[in-house]
């Protein structure tokens, strides 16, 4: 099982960036898909879920508006389109898979954001 971030780096306030969680080991579309963010010396919080339908989805209330989570089962990848960044964004993106029935989740090994100029 493989889940591989992507999409990562250094951008300016204001500017955008894509995310990208490509899946391997598992059967994609029993799996909602979460991307949780975290800061060092402080506790990992989800940033935004999708269903593994792909209808439902929810938002940390601080990015939503600016966030857009997105899935392609058929590519076994889920996105996160982040525009108007702020420097409070900056941490490391973690893909997350959790099952729609039983069974474990599984983690990506993290892609670093930095929003600065």
């Known amino acids: 099982v493989q889940l591989v971030e992507s999409g990562g780096g250094l951008v300016q306030p204001g500017g955008s960036l894509r995310l990208s969680c490509a899946a391997s080991?598992?059967?994609?579309?029993?799996?909602?898909m979460r991307w949780f963010r975290q800061v060092p010396g402080k506790e990992r919080e989800l940033a935004a879920g999708?269903?593994?339908?792909?209808?439902?989805?929810n938002y940390l209330d601080s990015v939503k508006g600016r966030f857009t989570i997105s899935r392609d089962n058929a590519k076994n990848t889920v996105y996160l389109q982040m525009n108007s960044l702020k420097p409070e964004d900056t941490a490391v993106y973690y893909c997350?898979?959790?099952?729609?029935?039983?069974?474990?989740?599984?983690w990506g090994q993290g892609a670093q954001v930095t929003v600065s100029s």
């Open positions: 999708i269903s593994n339908t792909g209808l439902i989805t």
């Open positions: 997350n898979a959790v099952p729609s029935s039983r069974g474990r989740d599984y």
């Open positions: 080991g598992f059967t994609f579309s029993n799996y909602h």
